[in-house]
C-alpha cells in the first residue's frame, strides 16, 4: 500500500472540515476525489503535503508516518502536489522552469547557472515531450496557453521524481481537447506513479476514473466505487444538485 490514512480529522473555528475514517490507495494507483463545494477534498489534499496539520489521525505513506513532519520533508519523501493556482516563473522559459525543478534545493541563481549534471538535459527534453510542450520548450513559460501551463506545472512535479502526485482540479478552464489530452497524460502517469486526482468535471472523471472514485460530503467519506456505480447512487446524485447532476445525467 502506498498510502494508508487512519481517523483523519481537522476543524476550522469550531467547522469540521474532515473527518476520514480511512482512506487507502495502492502504489500506481489512479484515483479520483470528487464531492461539492465545501466538502473537504481540498483540505484533505493540504493535510496529506504538509501544508495542513490535522488535529487528530493517522497518515502512513511508504510505510512511514508522515504526521507532524514539514511540508519539505514530506516533498522529500516523495509527495508532490500540484495547485489550483500557477506556480510557473513566468519570465522564465519552459526549459529554464523544468531546470529548476529538477534542481529545487538549490536557490534559483545557482540552479540556472551552475554546471548541468549529466543526463539533466535528457530528463527535460523526455519529460516535455511527454506532456507535449517539445516545440515550446523555448518559449516564455508566461506567453503559454492555458492547458500548457497547466502541462508545465504537472511536468515540473513530476520531474521532482514524486511516488504520489497530488493534483488538483486540472481540467478546470481547459478546452475538451486541452482536458481529453490531460486525462490522457494522467492515465499514462499513473503507470509509474500514485495519483490522486480532485475533480469536477464528470466527463473528464469519467475518461480518467478506470479504478475508484472516492465521494466526500460535509468531510466525510460517503461512498468508494467505480465511476459507473458512482455515477448511478442516488445519494451522490442527491449531493450533486445543479450543474454537476445535469451533466452525470447525459453520461
Ligand atoms: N484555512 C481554512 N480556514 C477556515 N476554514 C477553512 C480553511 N480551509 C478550508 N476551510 C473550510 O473547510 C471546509 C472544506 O473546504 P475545502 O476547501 O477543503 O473543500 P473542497 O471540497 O476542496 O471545496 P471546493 O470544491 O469548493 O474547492 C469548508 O467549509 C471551508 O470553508
Known amino acids: 500500500m502506498l498510502l494508508e490514512v487512519n481517523e483523519l480529522a481537522v476543524s476550522f473555528g469550531g467547522v469540521q472540515a474532515l473527518n476520514l475514517q480511512h482512506f487507502q490507495l495502492e502504489d500506481r494507483e489512479l484515483r479520483v476525489i470528487i464531492g461539492p463545494n465545501g466538502a473537504g477534498k481540498s483540505t484533505f489534499m493540504d493535510i496529506l503535503c504538509g ?14 508516518p508522515t504526521r507532524g513532519l ?36 538549490k536557490d534559483v541563481f545557482t540552479s540556472l547557472f551552475s554546471r548541468m549534471p549529466a543526463g ?13 510542450l517539445t516545440s515550446a520548450l523555448h518559449k ?52 509509474q506513479h500514485g495519483v490522486i486526482v480532485i475533480e469536477h468535471d ?3 472523471v469519467k475518461q480518467i476514473a478506470t479504478k475508484l472514485v472516492s ?9 468508494e466505487g467505480p465511476f459507473e456505480e458512482v455515477k448511478n447512487d442516488q445519494r451522490v446524485i442527491d449531493c450533486y444538485l445543479g450543474r454537476v447532476n445535469a451533466q452525470l445525467e447525459k453520461l
Do not use: C
Not at 501544508?51 to 512511514?64: A, C, L, M, Q, R
Not at 522559459?93 to 534542481?103: D, H, I, K, Q
Not at 511516488?163 to 502517469?189: N, W
Open 70 to 105: 514539514t511540508e519539505v520533508q514530506i516533498a522529500e519523501m516523495g509527495i508532490g502536489r500540484k495547485f489550483q493556482k500557477p506556480s510557473v516563473f513566468p519570465g522564465l522559459s519552459v526549459y529554464e522552469n523544468m531546470l529548476l525543478a529538477t534542481r529545487m534545493k
Open 202 to 204: 464528470m466527463h473528464f
Open 140 to 191: 516564455q513559460a508566461g506567453a503559454l496557453s492555458h492547458g500548457q501551463k497547466q502541462w508545465l506545472e504537472i511536468a515540473i512535479v513530476v520531474l521532482q521524481d514524486p511516488r504520489l502526485l497530488l493534483i488538483d482540479e486540472p481540467a478546470a478552464g481547459m478546452s475538451d481537447r486541452e482536458a481529453e489530452k490531460t486525462g490522457e497524460l494522467l492515465l499514462e502517469l499513473s503507470k
Open 215 to 223: 465521494v466526500l460530503v460535509n468531510g466525510k467519506l460517503l461512498m
Open 51 to 64: 501544508k495542513t496539520k490535522p488535529d487528530t489521525g493517522s497518515i502512513v505513506f511508504n510505510g512511514k
Open 120 to 132: 539533466v538535459q535528457e530528463k527535460i527534453e523526455a519529460m516535455a515531450e511527454r506532456v507535449g
